[in-house]
């Protein structure tokens, strides 16, 4: 079975704190992709990346940065977190081309206060 | 820019009933069109998927039926089960586009005893 984990399911922190969202995938998959959930805004992709080092912004990338330095391994960061990047957070995994299956992990609960 | 549009955004369902979700989307580049179901507390997983040379794909109690001339596609669930109470999106694939999806905005679906 494909597993994508996330270090953490639910995350306080404050106003202007930098936060780390680790993802870990264990299917050698090329792409992993960052999304964010928020009620009646579906899933909104904020970066991806198809191979180590590479990055590449997706809708909605502002106050957001990312870090892929193993294959299996993709970090978002929230440079100076803000109450309006309160979310769900949800990582994905997924071949580079022919099947097109994203997995997804349980996501991640950040409040922002 | 939401290039996917989708409907309703709740949905209530008799036990043994039909449940019917609509997308449309604007994008002609578009070739591949998964839905993909999300339980409370876990991360979206693909459900089924349909290519635009076909008009429907059946897979059990879940029918895609595809109208490429209009643009839209549609989640049928037939013999709804309260089991199948759960958060349901459509998305996108742009051709070339790397396995990257644009996701629709999410429909609540509850199936009711």
């Known amino acids: 079975d494909v597993k994508v984990t996330q270090s953490s399911r639910y995350l306080v922190k404050r106003t202007g704190e930098k936060v780390f969202l680790e993802c870990v995938q264990d299917?050698?998959?090329?792409?992993m992709f960052w999304y964010r959930q928020d009620p009646g805004l579906g899933l909104r992709l904020i970066y991806f990346?198809?191979?180590?080092?590479?990055?590449e912004k997706g809708d909605i990338p502002e106050g957001y940065s990312v870090s892929r330095e193993k294959k299996e391994r993709f970090s978002l960061i929230l440079e100076s977190a803000s109450t309006n990047q309160t979310s769900m957070y949800l990582c994905?995994?997924?071949?580079?081309?022919?099947?097109?299956?994203?997995?997804f992990g349980p996501g991640t609960r950040l409040t922002v206060t | 820019q939401q290039q996917v549009k989708q409907s309703p955004q709740s949905l209530i369902v008799q036990k043994g009933g039909i449940s019917i979700i609509n997308c449309a989307y604007e994008?002609?580049?578009?070739?591949?069109f998964p839905w993909y179901q999300q339980f409370p507390g876990k991360g979206p997983a693909l459900l089924i998927a349909?290519?635009?040379?076909?008009s429907e794909k059946k897979e059990g109690r879940f029918t895609i039926s595809f109208n490429k001339s209009a643009k839209q596609f549609s989640l049928h669930i037939m013999d709804s089960q309260p089991g199948d109470s759960a958060t349901y999106f459509c998305?996108?694939?742009?051709?070339?586009?790397?396995?990257?999806?644009?996701f629709g905005t999410g429909t609540q679906l509850k199936v009711e005893l």
């Open positions: 994905a995994s997924s071949f580079l081309q022919g099947v097109y299956e994203q997995y």
């Open positions: 299917m050698d998959h090329e792409n």
């Open positions: 990346s198809y191979d180590v080092k590479m990055k």
């Open positions: 994008n002609t580049a578009f070739d591949y």
């Open positions: 349909i290519r635009p040379d076909v």
């Open positions: 998305a996108a694939k742009l051709t070339g586009g790397g396995n990257k999806l644009t």
